[in-house]
């Protein structure tokens, strides 16, 4: 096998390293030590600045960067492009990346035409100390069971991992490393996939991934018009609003607020869940929260065996008193 | 136009935690008894996808489900809600593939079928979730891909694809044939009704086995796949929920906002 080293793919957001890249970097640079080997880290971007070296303050010993203004956004098609070809002439025997818009995205295509394997949304990656093989660690049967999985012989052994799982690498602007220019052009007659257009769904008030307060509504919630009294908690506690999957497909809430497996994973200090059963698949994105309350009028659901503190009765009862009662709390 | 959709059978992803039971050893979750399988939830959106778009354009529906003989329900099912025709594709050298695998017998199969302007799945399957086969798929097909779709339109002989990210959409526009792989975000599914039950009912949906496809035996090795399950376990969880109370649902809210208060 002559694949070496861990490659990250990075991702570039508002100018700067995105979160998830410095998180990856840091796991990448673990795994690179257990291994003996390198880890580089690709940037694709129009402009990429100075960000290769601030890959390297975080734990790259190279950084490659593609420059392309077909580069700009994300474009799947020009994204799995430059990465593959990256891939052909580095040849990583470990690539990571993040589970995110692009992730989700590039990494199963990058793998089919690659043929590695992989494993996405994991919530671990190690070495095994025996084999040096990659294990990663993913959620399956929506969070009811976590599988560990390998490629044996498939390269590069790919993995995306979930947001905020991992510390972010600490910044070291003393380390040293090369930063690489990717040569060659994107071929445009492989760009079939065009984008029209990006929109952008403002959602009032605080961002979700942001909140330190979330106050979630699900089906037991009723109605668009009960969510109000949601909103109005999130309000007072200067947080925001977020749903279970069905009350976003009845319209309650908008689908850029669904929280969970296939929503958004949040992580605030306080998650307030209200009429919602706690599915598995729901709290898979709230688990990271410091306090978990849940108001359910039904003892047994099962959000009662991952919260902190619980309010058996009718959400209409409670709403209203624990609003006021935090408005007063809260001024005095 | 026509349309062919990739649908699975799983579990029930809706089981109350209590009842989901594996079998470590084998790494193989044990199905409760009782519980019926169902159609996985995002290839149920799929159907639905296609169904709207036939609504609109015409043209056929064709679904094919890769697993056990029984799977000839979830095709039934998709036939209900509109699809035309289905298969299954079931074979002892189809069991426990990986991704790759399963991608190249779909593969297999859509090439057999032929004449298609969209191949639909779903964005990942409620059981193993491996989020992959729609993008493998489609490069071993050769045609542009689009993952995550929100919603799908037939424009001027173009697809028209909204994406879903996280703060919002993109709109993509994709030659025809394409792959699209299908997310929540498309809306709930039809109910399947009346003469449709029927019509699914009296279908004969035809196995196909690795020779009628023409799938090689070397690609269905396992010593050749890409991935393996290492170990299977379910996580343990141990929080212990103090239940706050008052003498009227009122004093317990105003109870629970007091100690809240404190932590924060
Ligand atoms: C692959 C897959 C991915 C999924 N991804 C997600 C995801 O990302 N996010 C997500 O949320 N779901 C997801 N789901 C769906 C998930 O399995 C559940 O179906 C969903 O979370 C249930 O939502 P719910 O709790 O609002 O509804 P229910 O399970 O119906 O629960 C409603 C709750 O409200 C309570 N209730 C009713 N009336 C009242 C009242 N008046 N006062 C107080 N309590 C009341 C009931 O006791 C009940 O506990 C996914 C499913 C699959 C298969």
């Known amino acids: 096998m002559d694949n070496k080293g861990v490659l990250v793919c990075g991702e570039i957001a508002e100018g700067k390293l995105a979160p998830i890249t410095i998180e990856l970097l840091g796991v990448g640079r673990k795994l690179a030590d257990e291994l003996g080997e390198e880890?580089?880290?690709?940037?694709?971007?129009?402009?990429?600045?100075?960000?290769?070296?601030?890959?390297?303050?975080?734990?790259?010993?190279k950084v490659y960067v593609a420059e392309d203004s077909l580069l700009d956004n994300y474009n799947s098609d020009a994204y799995t492009q430059v990465a593959a070809n990256l891939c052909l002439k580095v040849l990583p025997s470990i690539m990571l990346l993040g589970h995110t818009d692009v992730g989700c995205d590039l990494?199963?295509?990058?793998?089919?035409?690659?043929?590695?394997?992989?494993?996405?949304?994991?919530?671990?990656?190690?070495?095994?100390?025996?084999?040096?093989?990659?294990?990663?660690?993913?959620?399956?049967?929506?969070?009811?069971?976590?599988?560990?999985?390998?490629?044996?012989?498939?390269?590069?052994?790919?993995?995306?991992?979930r947001l905020k799982i991992v510390p972010p690498a600490e910044r070291n602007d003393s380390r040293q490393g090369e930063v690489i220019p990717v040569e060659g052009k994107i071929d445009p007659s492989a760009l079939k996939v065009k984008v029209v257009d990006r929109i952008k769904e403002e959602v009032e008030g605080v961002k979700l991934e942001d909140a330190e307060v979330v106050v979630s509504g699900g089906r037991g919630i009723g109605s668009a018009q009960n969510f109000e009294m949601l909103w109005e908690l999130a309000r007072v506690l200067g947080g925001t609003v977020g749903a279970t999957r069905p009350a976003c497909d009845d319209g309650w809430a908008p689908m850029t607020l669904q929280v969970g497996q296939t929503g958004k994973v949040v992580s605030p200090k306080l998650y307030i869940a209200v009429a919602l059963s706690g599915a598995i698949q729901h709290i898979a994105g709230c688990l990271g929260s410091k306090y978990i309350v849940a108001i359910n009028k039904d003892n047994e659901a099962n959000i009662f065996s991952v919260a902190h503190f619980g309010i058996v009765a009718d959400h209409k009862e409670i709403l209203p008193a624990l609003t006021a009662k935090f408005k007063e709390l809260l001024s005095a | 136009m026509?349309?062919?959709?990739?649908?699975?059978?799983?579990?029930?992803?809706?089981?109350?935690?209590?009842?989901?039971?594996?079998?470590?050893?084998?790494?193989?979750?044990?199905?409760?008894?009782?519980v019926p399988p169902v159609i996985s939830l995002?290839?149920?959106?799929?159907?639905?996808?296609?169904?709207?778009?036939?609504?609109?354009?015409?043209?056929?529906?064709?679904?094919?489900?890769?697993?056990?003989?029984?799977?000839?329900?979830?095709?039934?099912?998709?036939?209900?809600?509109?699809?035309?025709?289905?298969?299954?594709?079931?074979?002892?050298?189809?069991?426990?593939?990986?991704?790759?695998?399963?991608?190249?017998?779909?593969?297999?199969?859509?090439?057999?079928?032929?004449?298609?302007?969209?191949?639909?799945?779903?964005?990942?399957?409620?059981?193993?979730?491996?989020?992959?086969?729609?993008?493998?798929?489609?490069?071993?097909?050769?045609?542009?891909?689009?993952?995550?779709?929100?919603?799908?339109?037939?424009?001027?002989?173009?697809?028209?694809?909204?994406?879903?990210?996280?703060?919002?959409?993109?709109?993509?526009?994709?030659?025809?044939?394409?792959?699209?792989?299908?997310?929540?975000?498309?809306?709930?599914?039809?109910?399947?009704?009346?003469?449709r039950i029927m019509i699914a009912a009296?279908?004969?949906?035809?196995?196909?086995?690795?020779?009628?496809?023409?799938?090689?035996?070397?690609?269905?090795?396992?010593?050749n796949a890409h991935t393996e399950v290492t170990s299977l376990s379910v996580p343990t969880r141990k929080t212990e929920c103090e239940i706050v109370t008052g003498d009227t649902p009122g004093q317990a809210a105003e109870n629970l906002a007091a100690k809240l208060a404190e932590l924060l």
């Not at chain 1, 580089?40 to 010993?61: F, H, N, R, V």
């Not at chain 2, 935690?17 to 044990?30: H, L, R």
């Not at chain 2, 009296?202 to 010593?223: C, F, M, N, T």
């Open chain 1, 39 to 61: 880890l580089s880290a690709l940037l694709m971007g129009s402009k990429t600045g100075g960000l290769g070296q601030e890959a390297i303050a975080y734990g790259a010993d």
């Open chain 1, 107 to 161: 990494a199963p295509r990058l793998n089919g035409r690659l043929g590695g394997g992989l494993a996405m949304d994991c919530l671990a990656l190690s070495v095994d100390p025996a084999t040096k093989l990659l294990v990663s660690t993913r959620p399956v049967f929506g969070g009811n069971a976590h599988a560990g999985m390998i490629s044996k012989s498939a390269r590069p052994q790919m993995a995306t991992l």
């Open chain 2, 2 to 34: 026509n349309i062919i959709v990739c649908v699975k059978q799983v579990l029930d992803p809706e089981i109350p935690p209590a009842k989901f039971k594996i079998d470590p050893e084998a790494k193989q979750v044990i199905p409760p008894p009782g």
């Open chain 2, 42 to 195: 995002f290839d149920e959106r799929a159907v639905e996808a296609a169904c709207r778009l036939k609504d609109k354009q015409g043209g056929t529906i064709t679904v094919i489900s890769l697993g056990p003989e029984k799977a000839s329900e979830v095709v039934k099912h998709a036939i209900a809600m509109g699809a035309d025709e289905g298969y299954v594709l079931q074979d002892e050298a189809f069991e426990n593939l990986d991704s790759f695998g399963i991608a190249y017998v779909l593969g297999k199969a859509i090439q057999k079928i032929g004449g298609y302007d969209l191949v639909l799945c779903g964005r990942q399957s409620a059981d193993w979730g491996n989020s992959q086969v729609g993008s493998i798929l489609a490069e071993i097909l050769g045609i542009p891909v689009i993952t995550l779709a929100g919603d799908i339109e037939a424009v001027d002989k173009k697809l028209r694809v909204k994406r879903i990210v996280r703060d919002g959409y993109e709109v993509l526009e994709a030659p025809m044939p394409s792959l699209v792989t299908v997310s929540n975000e498309i809306g709930l599914p039809r109910l399947p009704a009346g003469v």
């Open chain 2, 202 to 223: 009296r279908k004969q949906v035809p196995v196909w086995k690795a020779q009628d496809i023409g799938a090689e035996s070397s690609q269905l090795d396992k010593a």
